[in-house]
């Protein structure tokens, strides 16, 4: 028996209690406090216990959930209102993030520690990422869950309840479509670089960008492990993708292709994904 399988504290039992915070201060302190644990202690994997299955997302008493439709439209950067809801929409995705990647750790279990490292780094990311953006939204005199949000990644977390659907759908696909997103938006956002709140966006968006390739490309690495698990070939990738977003590929389209090749998708996928010439990069 080796040290890994005589720890003692339960890892199941301290991320549950994370998950199911509804105050996003208890949830971030509880993280830290936890993280910092886990990389000085020894923690036991073992557990009888099931994971629960969540019926609401943990910021259900933060924010008011609504359709996607109902969301505030974004877009009126040149006011403070335009970019709080700007900013507010990023925190939440950002948020939302934190629980996706604490949820895969949860709920997949008996897997290589090394599956638990990477995506409590993720979850380390996330929250980072949140507190950033949740700081220029205050500086603007708003707070997280002053907006009206909508739950689509819970409900992508909610449906995808094996690891290869979820390492498919979550960062292979929709952590994936925001490296095509973000370029688009900084774009925009030049338009209004002398604002100063704008450029400090700007900054943080760079940040984010950067560091969400490292994020799809862990969930690249155990998307092709579950593949080789279940011994399936990778391409069943758009399968998954299709079943629960099936319109995802009806249509080619333009992508941040360095991003996503930096990340692990193939030429091949991309090639079924994208409007542009991929070989150049890859041949």
Known sequence: MNNFSRMTKNFFDKIEDILVSQSYQEKIELFYQFYKEYKRSNFSFLTSKMPIIFDKPSYHKICTIVPPQNVPKRGAFDTIEGQAVFLHAICHIEYSAIDLALDA??????????????????????????????????????????????????????????????????????????????????????????????????????????????????????????????KVDKSIYFDIVSKYYPNAFLRKRGINKVARLKAGFSCEELEKISTQDICGDCY
């Not at 759908?169 to 929709?174: A, C, D, E, H, Q």
């Not at 997103?181 to 968006?205: D, M, V």
């Not at 560091?211 to 579950?226: L, Y």
């Open 105 to 230: 750790i949860y709920r997949f279990r008996g897997l290589p520690k090394s599956f638990y490292d990477d995506w409590l780094e993720v979850a380390d990311d996330e929250v980072r990422h949140f507190l950033m953006l949740k700081e220029l939204l205050n500086d603007l005199g708003y707070d997280y869950g002053d907006f009206e949000v909508h739950n689509a990644l819970f409900e992508a977390m909610q449906r995808t309840q094996s690891l290869l659907e979820r390492m498919a759908v979550v960062p292979r696909y929709l952590e994936a479509n925001g490296l095509d997103a973000t370029p688009q938006i900084l774009k925009k956002l030049q338009n209004y670089k002398n604002n100063p709140t704008i450029q400090k966006i700007i900054n943080s968006l760079h940040i984010i960008l950067e560091e969400e390739i490292s994020h799809v490309k862990k969930g690249d690495f155990w998307f092709e492990w579950a593949c080789k698990k279940e």
